[in-house]
């Protein structure tokens, strides 16, 4: 759990980055209908979760450095005891004080009247504008307010910073609290993972898999999935997001599982691709090896002082080689990859930040270049090969086979830890779990 010195470092570290005369803004998530009544349940966004760690929705954040009565600011839901019992308990401003250690809070009905004297006399708004068009037009309303104040002596903001270029380079760097929640959430993941291939049977349903997983995600205290997990079967591994999960399992295909654990609003992410009869045909064993071996030297990319980019070149160079070797791809193994040949089956770059978003946030390239693997980042290595059943170029045996093998991990000052090993991946080990 993140305790509340660690949320008062992070908003300590972002103001830091903040102009001085400065006021930042941002909101939490809002919930969302399903249905008429009913509603998706809530799940708050990441980055006022990062600041915050408040749990309710219809609240809003202002950083305001230098503030004389507190630098953090919270308006939040007011207590309720009617609207409590039907709907659940309120923090309210009191306890967002007490037990999340806003140096202020207020009734979010009274944003309007107080928010707008907070920003007065403040020459920027740090604010993630385009993230929530209701909240934009509040905050355009507020500044507007302060103009129409300006012959008595009003000093409106006069620039708006996007807050999140700092606050997302701030969550790719993981603290260790971070790290220990993201090592739970792989280990719940890696049971999950377990349990399907030791379930699995022909005749079962991808639904059912599904189920197996999510059970053993809710009885390890991950209640949700971190993404909509894939279950894929035979040919439907071929989609790369495949979600309907309605097919039976047939003896002879392969599976490709997809399914990540959300814990305490972090993410794990792992695919393993195993064969339902839990014995690999000669054919699958040749896609299955070489993926296999392109995700190992892939992740041995991942080190300190090496670029984002290099797990990825490092599948690329194996899989086409591998592809070569197996017929699937004909010609000179530079002009493939310089021509881009591998994306008719390998379409998708090697890997993502992860953390409290599964695609979590964070630049990519730095001045066009890519970026550094620094200690601390979190990415996923996932190479694939995906061979459509209606693919006639290719050998019949390796047609409607999509194979993918992904793993959480993370950069260390020695190298790297890949938090989901747990996880068989061999051939000779995944035979044996399924054997047993």
């Known amino acids: 759990m993140i305790n509340k010195q660690e949320f008062a470092r992070r908003r300590q570290n972002l103001m830091q980055t903040m102009e001085d005369g400065s006021i930042a803004i941002v909101a ?45 600011v919270l308006f939040c839901n007011e207590k309720d005891l009617e609207h409590e019992t039907w709907h659940g308990r309120r923090c309210g401003p009191e306890a967002a004080v007490d037990k999340y250690g806003a140096d202020d809070a207020f009734p979010i009905d009274d944003i309007d009247d107080i928010l ?14 385009g993230k929530n068009n209701e909240l934009d037009g509040r905050v355009m309303n507020w500044v507007n307010k302060i103009r129409s104040q300006v012959k008595k002596g009003a000093q409106p903001p006069g620039e708006f910073v996007d807050l999140r270029h700092a606050l997302h380079d701030m969550r790719l760097f993981k603290s260790a609290a971070e ?88 993410a794990s992410d792992i695919t393993r691709t195993f064969p339902i009869n839990g014995k690999f045909t000669n054919a699958q064993k040749d896609l299955y090896n070489l993926v296999l071996k392109s995700q190992i030297a892939a992740i041995e990319m991942v080190r300190p002082g090496n670029h984002w980019m290099q797990p990825h070149e490092t599948a690329v160079d194996v899989l086409t080689d591998g592809m070569i070797e197996l017929g699937i791809l004909k010609g000179d193994k530079a002009q493939l990859i310089e021509d881009e040949a591998y994306k008719k089956y390998y379409m998708h770059k090697t890997g993502h930040w992860i953390g409290l978003d599964v695609h979590d946030v964070g630049d990519y390239t730095i001045d066009n270049e890519p970026r550094v693997l620094e200690s601390g980042m979190v990415l996923t290595v996932e190479p694939a090969i995906y061979i459509p059943a209606d693919d006639e170029s290719v050998d019949k045996k390796y047609r409607g086979i999509g194979i ?33």
């Open 28 to 72: 939490s998530a809002q919930e969302l209908v399903r249905s008429r009544d009913t509603h998706f349940m809530f799940r708050q966004d990441s980055d006022f979760h990062y600041l915050t760690g408040f749990p309710e929705p219809n609240a809003v954040l202002a950083l305001i450095p230098g503030r004389e009565h507190g630098e953090f």
């Open 179 to 266: 790290i220990k929640l993201m090592r739970k959430s792989s280990e719940i993941a890696v049971d999950a993972h377990i349990r399907a291939m030791k379930t699995c049977k022909p005749g079962m349903t991808e639904l059912d898999i599904e189920a197996e997983l999510h059970y053993e995600f809710c009885r390890n205290g991950a209640r949700f999935p971190a993404y909509a997990s894939i279950v894929a079967s035979g040919d439907n591994a071929c989609i790369l997001h495949y979600t309907e999960n309605e097919s039976r399992l047939k003896n002879g295909d392969m599976l490709l599982i997809d399914a990540g654990a959300e814990y305490q609003g972090y």
């Open 116 to 129: 707008p004297g907070l920003m007065e006399g403040r020459r920027r708004i740090y604010y993630e504008m």
């Open 404 to 436: 993918r093998i992904e793993d959480d991990i993370l950069v260390t000052a020695e190298g790297n830890d890949v938090l989901t090993a747990g996880v068989p991946k061999t051939v000779e080990e995944i035979e044996t779990l399924m054997a047993s």
